[in-house]
């Protein structure tokens, strides 16, 4: 689901914020500016689905959905881009799938942006510098407790279940808030000898699924959490016609 937002900034920027956190298909159009402002530069921002969580007692994390982020002078009216799927949870020894990639723009574009999975970078000038916007990964499961779900900036991951108690569910990032953080990443399922439990799903956007457990001898099977799918985002800095330069 794509929203719009108006944001009035204390530097002097207004900037018009458009996210997206739906797998599939979209296309970002050039905000309406207010009367009297001029735009100065575009934000673009990058999620990729959370990975799915892995069944049995996988005591690995599940990777988070990552996020890029760089600025670009100018875009044209529209722009075609992708959010992926968060990967689905797997059963008793199965390992997740992985969390779809999100794009914006083509290969070749100027402001071309792909997603790399459990990074968190903002591609500048002078090299890659370090995002705080990162989803966090999924807890693995485990013969005992399960891992908590690692939390993001903007979320809190999943508790970890104790044993026959599914892990927690990672929640989602407040799409209220100027930056657009990760969600958190849902805990892992945590079992002993005939008790067994469910992975947590990772939060919107981009959290990685919990990962299930299941003790050899306890029959049945149980699964991994579900990733989250990831977003994009791109903030559109103003600044008043009348006033040149940036702030």
Known sequence: ?????????????????????????????????????????????????????????????????GYRQKDVATLPSTVSYIVGNGGVGAAYNGVGGNGGQTSFGNSGDPWYLYGVPDIGVIDSPNGQLVAANTPGGGGGGANGAGQNGQSSAGAAGGRGGTPGNDGGIGADADLNQFEVYGGGGGGGGGGSQYQLSNGGNGGKPGGGGGGGCQYSSAGGAKTGGDGAPGCVVVYTYMLPADQGGTV
Do not use: C, E, Q
């Not at 402002?37 to 049995?56: A, C, K, L, P």
């Open 1 to 65: 689901m794509s929203r719009t937002d108006i944001f009035d900034l204390d530097s002097g920027y207004k900037v018009s914020r458009y996210v997206d956190t739906a797998a599939g298909s979209g296309i970002w159009a050039t905000p309406t500016i207010p009367t009297g402002w001029r735009i100065v530069f575009h934000r673009i921002g990058v999620m990729n689905g959370g990975d799915g969580g892995s069944g049995g007692n996988s005591t690995t994390r599940t990777r988070g959905g």
